[in-house]
Nanobody, 121 residues
Framework: QVHLLESGGGYVQTGGSLRLSCAASGHTFGNYVMGWFRQAPGKERTFVAAIWSGGRTYYADSVKGRFTISRDNAENTVYLQMNSLKPEDTAVYYC???????????????WGQGTQVTVSS
């Protein structure tokens, strides 16, 4: 099994930056997709960004140009650099793992516990 642990969330002013990290343990070998999702209170979990083999990436339109997803050389940690943050970015951010490139949360089998990001207005 795979265990994912997010960190780096916090409280930031509008226009500020945060860098989220997701450390993976367990079955970290093989081909897989790592994604970031977010969920605000009372709303559904929505796709933010994904990265997979060859360093290929994909972003939700709402974060394109502001957020950057990456992972380390060992491919056991994934990052989400968030710049120019807006109040509407406030949510719990989750990292997740899938064997399929997808923007659908249900396609991701493994999830972290989430880290809170709050952007003040």
């Amino acid at each position: 099994q795979v265990h994912l642990l997010e960190s780096g969330g916090g409280y930031v002013q509008t226009g500020g930056s945060l860098r989220l990290s997701c450390a993976a343990s367990g079955h970290t070998f093989g081909n897989y997709v790592m994604g970031w999702f977010r969920q605000a209170p009372g709303k559904e979990r929505t796709f933010v960004a994904a990265i997979w083999s060859g360093g290929r990436t994909y972003y939700a339109d709402s974060v394109k140009g502001r957020f950057t997803i990456s992972r380390d050389n060992a491919e056991n940690t994934v990052y989400l650099q968030m710049n120019s943050l807006k109040p509407e970015d406030t949510a719990v951010y989750y990292c997740a793992r899938s064997f399929k490139v997808s923007v659908v949360a249900g396609e991701y089998a493994y999830w972290g516990q989430g880290t809170q990001v709050t952007v003040s207005s």
